[in-house]
């Protein structure tokens, strides 16, 4: 048998007893991989290849750590997916130890810049865009009327302005306003206003009756009251408010104070500013068995450049994370974050048993399609994206960052919601890894969509904008998919490439993250 | 003091204690109302001021019911609000009587057609639509740029057709998609795109990977899996499909589907249908203290004449519907209905102290300033506009509507929520009463805004469609009014009148009822 009939299979590291088929068609019965092991049945693309004899109840190995147990003997050359796996229980969280020592930095990297609008906050926008923000529902309808009439009639006159969208949501009334969850969603709406891509710049339609006070919105952290502050209620727009008789009188007040903020963005430029000014939310949707092997690490090799020129990345999804904290937790540059991370954790826990389900409600059929046999093995993969730096803090549902370096923001690992969430912690920049597809973006912030093997990138070829597939073809290295995806990011934070979704108009609703209850 | 000299106010039955202000610009310290009564304080259009005086531990009676007690003596003519008045616990569920006896059927009402789309199942259509459905968020801004499209360069060869609207949402995946409050936000959607205005004609945008299965949506109940089902996923289209290489080609695939529907819709021609085909959703938003005795009585009063005519009503609202279910209940056509109606209130009174939370978080502030104390007065207020007629069904939430009469739909009490599963419902008109104001609106079915009080439906002159404030100032009876409303709902589901959300283009988002927990 010569090298050139045996067919690539991955492993991650040495102690794997499963690998990754590679070949886009998948294997067949009786094609040879390394080790010289036949296949014993067809096992399509992404799935999992026993590489030696795995006997009943003995450890399935993948990334080097267990992802469950065999429920029969599973010979070499088998196929190893979910009917042949038991999953184990999660990490005990009373069980992982806190850090003691901190964790080393990695090696500082100099010289890097983008192009990005700064603002009076010091934070540095990507985009330079007219958000109007909203506190209810109710407005939905009128917010987008007026939205599409700033666009086409005034907009125009405005060059150096990008875009003006509307911040709607299902919040604000017929929710329980008072109860402890109910600072989620107010604090994520609060602070997805303040993103730097908006320049500051906040411009409020408020009802008036609504539960969610409009002045509310210029607070932060789920502040519902606060006397200490002024709110400037020249930047909020109230539609029962005696003043405006009529729907135009109402329009043409909402216009003209979106008008006077236009003013003052179009004078915001372009400046270079350093790499340590990137916030970028990293997220994972329609994962495969390739995205931990090839879109993730290259994501976690990125977000350790991030990292290192200074700047500052966020990694989030509890459920995708949960089967993989032992071995984020002593990452944590402390006791304190390392705590933090445990009680994310527990929290999620807990509010999944109050709904009757736990975390095995992920992964969906189509990870499962794509050779995820169970959420450990998804989670695994899913953490490659937090790269390898020190975890220097920890932010809850809709908090805003505090502090540069690798950041854990809790949110769900639904798409919609992880991405409204990183909003409102103030990422500047979106990386978004998926292998099955999916057409997520966002108008507020540059959505990079890498693709985890090369069949999806190449069907997908005007949505995708990097091919992360070609490192499990041998093509490229994770190190320099890791360099391209950081070189792209600095390129799309420019405003010099226009990703993929924002060429072709493709936008995702804002969804919240309400954990309490509607009334 | 001549009669000239007094200012109105109104109480609905001989045993109220407390009136309502009518003038708009309220009334002064000083004022005499009827029976030489003088006011001690300045109080607001919409509030209440005692008619008598009432001791420290009374009942403070309005619509003939104690709406709480007062907590300090109070003085005829002195402004009764909600810090003197502490809120009674709501109506003992298990001590509620069920129905022993049928209640007697209302007076059949002949001859009263509208011009409708009758479809194929029987239901019948005021609006010619076509929907198109999605399986999951991830494919919302690919649905809005498909529709978008369609409504520019197709429907306009299409005369027939009213519109094309994308039906989505924020669910299918990153949830937990097999827990048993699942079921609610599942039929929501498959009943959604089953709404009579849509004509038969399903359309569905899926993803591939997703928890909710695209094919699912074409069951019903919230069935994820029918075996007895051969799906018509010719009905269907997959972003992921192999066959779609690219965006164009995507958005090519969709937008032919979405013709061939065209074709059959266009040839639906609206004839003459009985009154009895219409399924008319209640809602009140925004409500204020007339909404009670102006907008929700007429409303009422109409619905009567609906069911008088052998159609169908939905009126909804739990927690606006809980401190006024004891007077409902008599009024269920047999126990097992009580009993149903009971259960839903069961069902929410549990959910929401799971959720820390209890009724009495509604109501909204806008409804406060408005005059409404609380919960208890609000809900005697809400129900008003089920009229008088027997309640011949209770659905849960999401559920569509299994025989025609008044029904109970139960639903939150957010405005957003309550159309959504109105629609899923079934509804073919929805009437909306408010108050303080909301710009509220649906694209998929005509949403009459009827206001309670006239000094808004002045101000908002074109976004009101029928001023019930005449009733407070006894320009026109419940009766006039009510004649007025169901006439404007015959002439709205015939296409001759257009409302004023659809001539401005006011239109909310769908929000679904999700009470499980997201993933």
Redesign the interface.
Known sequence: MSESDTHIVIKTTETDNVGIIVHSGGLKKGDRIKNGIQLRENIPMGHKVALQNIGEGEKIIRYGQPIGFANQLISAGEWVNSSKITTPEPPDLKSIPLPETSVPELNPLEGYTFLGFRNQDGSVGTKNVLGITTSV??????T??VVKKIKQEILPKYPNVDDVVAL?H?HG?????????AVIPIRTIQNISTNPNFGGEVLIIG?????L?PESLLLANGTTADTSVTPEISNIMM??D?A?????AMAEGIIQMAETRLKKLNRHKREICPASELVVGMQC??SDAFSGITSNPAAGFAADLIVRAGGSVLFSEV?EVRDAVHLLVPRAINAEVGNALINEMKWYDD??M????D?T??P????K??GLSNIVEKALGSVAKSGTSPIVDVLGPGEKIRRKGLIFAAT??????CGTLQLAAGMNMHVFMTG??????LPMVPVIKVGSNSKLSA?????IDLDAGQIATGEKTIEEMGWELFKMILEVASGKKTVA?DK??????L?L?N?????
């Open positions: 529902q109710c407005v939905a309808g009128f987008q009327f709607n299902s009334c017929g929710v329980a306003i008072n109860v402890p969850a009802l008036g009756c609504e539960k006070r539609m029962q005696d405006f008789s009529g729907f135009s949707g329609g459920t509010y999944l109050l709904g009757q389900a975390r409600a992920n969906a059929p189509g990870n399609t794509g769900p690992a639904s798409d919609f919601i099955r597809g999916t057409p997520y973006g069907r997908w070829f005007d949505i979704c072709l108009g493709l936008h995702n609703d969804v993250f954990p309490g209850p509607v009334t």
